[in-house]
């Protein structure tokens, strides 16, 4: 049984930083692409970044340059840091992977950034 659980989400200031994890259990995350989505009130869920089982990473354009992906094979994890965060950061984030076609979820973390 695959399951996501993210870590790390909290209230901060703008400007302030956040590291988020991804621990997983049921799966070897090293042999799948691995996604951090997020999804603000109102708003539909969008891709924020993601890394291949090769460790190519891509980032969408609003946060580019402030969030790094990346992944520890040894824990079995992945991990977002999230610098110079702004307001519009605000979301609860989600873990994302694919296996055989079938997709996995974690049950999210707040990120809320607030001065």
């Known amino acids: 049984q695959v399951q996501l659980v993210e870590s790390g989400g909290g209230l901060v200031q703008p400007g302030g930083s956040l590291k988020l994890s991804c621990a997983a259990s049921?799966?070897?995350?090293?042999?799948?692409?691995v996604s951090w989505y997020r999804q603000a009130p109102g708003k539909q869920r969008e891709l924020v970044a993601s890394?291949?089982?090769?460790?190519?990473?891509n980032y969408a354009d609003s946060v580019k340059g402030r969030f790094t992906i990346s992944r520890d094979n040894a824990k079995n994890t992945v991990y977002l840091q999230m610098n110079s965060l702004k307001p519009e950061d605000t979301a609860v984030y989600y873990c994302?992977?694919?296996?055989?076609?079938?997709?996995?979820w974690g049950q999210g973390t707040q990120v809320t950034v607030s001065s």
């Open positions: 049921g799966i070897t995350f090293r042999y799948y692409p």
């Open positions: 994302n992977t694919v296996r055989s076609t079938v997709g996995y």
């Open positions: 890394v291949s089982n090769g460790g190519t990473t």
